[in-house]
């Protein structure tokens, strides 16, 4: 269903200037993100709320504090 | 946090049913925010108070040596965010004397006293003082504070004159990329023969003096300053290799120790930081947990040898688990066993590693950089065991080894140090090549599978360029060239970023390229001998 109710929702950005593309968001989130062969980062940028944890965790160890993560409770 | 719920639910019970009313924090740095909004994930409802001797809330520290430095980021751009509601009492800019913790009291200035049922240590480090250096002249500065960072702003705008860094590790070569970057000429004057070589090793450090002299910067390697000539034009700085160097400005940058004065007397184990358990239990109390820079506790996953663990990654994940064991209580507790990984980078050439590459007693080439394009990928190697692995400019590749260092570490700290060799046997090859298939190959299923079900690059669209799914979002895109065969002929330079080597082939993987390494070169040569 598109339009399925959910408990909550997280929205992840990416700060594009401040991204360096360590690939440290890849370790910790690798359901969220990951890099490719170009050196780009990919993301999700509505994963599912189980992945919130490992979002979070993404955010927290990202050298350059690139991450952004809006949280809404529903 | 579901990986860990049989010991969180545990850890909240014991939380609800012991009930500690009130947990301090002492250092209102990375490690200390770190633990609070763990303490608060696991429920902890009772009082927190962080205590800071800084004026500032935490900030990221790393930028002060570079995107600060250079303007890119303003101080307010620097404040990190919680991912909880904190609720707790800020008390910045106050030092705490001295900690009683048989009567878990805490000393803060004016007579104030502050009861703790639990407390974290998470002062960090401040920087070593170099013995004979004018500190009390405004153009010798030091960073590791916001303020230091402003102070050295300040005397960069008074000239455009060299810039004299003295020491060797991170922050000084950061400095001195940065010092470059900004067009200005710049020393390096260490006392080791090599720079950064307690984290890269002694080749790697070899090289990577190369990288900031072939960036312009003057290194200066295993001296000393002999006299410090102090004049109103400037300064002039008497090496002990005979050389003269003039400065506009002095940066010293030669350590840190770690900031435990306030503990002496507490009856804890105060040797070179706080001596932890491996669960981070501070030695000596049973309330009492350290975390971040101070701490030095045993990381089992290597070894039972305490050691402290300066990289900012640390902070994050000490903090997080300093706080579940404060809460599980010294019986419950787990030990924290981390994979360390740092980061830095210098004249636009990353570098990153895992594990303790400093335990490493040889270095072998490891395969997989190519798919990076011009990067290249060491592994240290103690006893037949891969103990850390460092790359440059091989983010993807890093990944990879990262799992499979970890992979490597576990199956062999359930044996007898030295009997698990690393081998090229096809088992290995075969675990490897399946373990280590990147994301990028493994994601395309599910709800992230791109438009067409293909995993070409070609479906991979940078922002700003046509989007290959609803949520699909992608970063670099400056960094990107559309013509691939431009690109390929800039692999070689030492400064490019992230490039398109073409598709990475699975067999480009064997896990140890048994090959010693000569020399790791950050030259032109260094990234096609690498590959």
């Known amino acids: 269903m598109r339009h399925r109710r959910r408990e909550a929702e997280i929205r992840i950005s990416v700060n594009n200037r401040r991204c360096h593309r360590y690939g440290f968001c890849v370790m910790e989130a690798p359901d969220v993100f990951w890099l490719v062969e170009d050196g780009q980062l990919r993301f999700d940028s509505r994963p599912d709320i189980t992945r919130r944890d490992q979002a979070r965790m993404a955010a927290r160890i990202c050298p350059m504090q690139a991450i952004g993560i809006q949280e809404r409770a529903k | 946090m579901t990986d860990l719920d049989p010991m969180l639910s545990r850890a909240s019970a014991d939380a609800a049913a012991a009930s500690p009313e009130r947990i301090v924090i002492v250092g209102a740095g990375l490690a200390g925010l770190r633990a609070a909004e763990r303490l608060r994930e696991l429920n902890f409802t009772g009082e927190l108070v962080i205590i800071g001797a800084e004026r500032h809330q935490p900030y990221h520290r790393p930028a002060l040596s570079k995107q ?318 891969l103990v850390g692995v460092v790359g440059r400019e091989a983010p993807r590749a890093m990944v990879r080894w990262t799992a499979e260092l970890e992979e490597q570490l576990r199956r062999t700290a359930t044996r007898a140090p030295g009997r698990e060799r690393i081998t090229t046997t096809q088992r290995t090859a075969e675990r490897s090549s399946a373990n280590l298939r990147g994301p990028a190959a493994d994601r395309t299923s599910g709800p992230l599978r791109t438009p067409d079900g293909e995993r070409s690059s070609g479906a991979l669209r940078p922002v700003g360029a046509e989007r290959s799914g609803p949520y699909l979002r992608a970063v670099g895109a400056e960094r990107s060239r559309p013509n691939l065969r431009a690109v390929g002929a800039e692999r070689s330079s030492p400064n490019l970023r992230s490039v398109d080597p073409g598709p990475a082939s699975e067999q480009e993987m064997p896990p140890v390229d048994r090959t010693r390494l000569a020399a790791w070169e950050f030259s032109r040569d260094g990234a096609r001998a690498m590959n």
């Not at chain 2, 070593?128 to 960072?149: F, I, K, N």
């Open chain 2, 68 to 385: 600060l430095l250079l303007g890119e980021l303003r101080p307010s751009d620097l404040l990190f965010e919680s991912y909880v509601e904190l609720d707790a009492q800020w008390r910045l800019n106050t030092p705490v004397y001295q900690v009683d913790t048989s009567r878990r009291m805490l000393h803060l200035p004016g007579g104030e006293e502050m009861r703790y049922d639990g407390l974290v240590i998470a002062t960090g480090v401040e920087p070593r003082h170099l013995a004979g250096s004018p500190r009390h002249d405004s153009r010798v500065v030091q960073l590791r504070t916001l303020d230091d960072a402003a102070q050295l702003r300040r005397q960069l705008r008074h000239g455009d004159g060299p810039v004299v860094v003295i020491g060797g590790g991170f922050t000084a070569c950061e400095v001195a990329s940065t010092v470059r970057q900004m067009g200005r000429a710049a020393t390096i004057a260490s006392r080791s023969p090599v720079l950064m070589g307690r984290a890269l090793g002694q080749k790697l450090g070899r090289s990577l003096a190369e990288l900031h002299r072939a960036n312009g910067v003057d290194v200066h390697l295993g001296v000393k300053v002999l006299n410090w000539f102090r004049e109103s034009w400037g300064m002039a700085l008497h090496l002990s290799d005979g050389h003269l160097v003039l400065a506009d400005a002095v940066v010293l940058a030669v350590g840190s120790v770690p900031a435990t004065a306030w503990l002496r007397g507490s009856g804890l184990a105060l040797e070179d930081g706080v001596l932890c358990g491996p669960t981070c239990h501070a030695v000596g109390a049973n309330d009492v947990v350290a975390c971040g820079d101070v701490a030095r506790w045993p990381n089992l996953r290597f070894d039972s040898t305490p050691r402290r663990v300066e990289h900012w990654t640390n902070a994050v994940e000490m903090g997080r688990h300093a706080a579940e064991s404060l809460l599980a209580g010294q019986r419950s507790a787990r030990p924290y066993t981390p994979l360390p990984r740092f980061w830095t980078e210098q004249h636009k050439t990353r570098l990153q590693g895992s594990g303790l590459p400093a335990l490493g007693d040889d270095t072998v080439r490891l395969a997989g950089a190519a798919e990076d394009g011009g990067g290249g990928l060491v592994g240290y190697v103690k006893d037949g065991r």
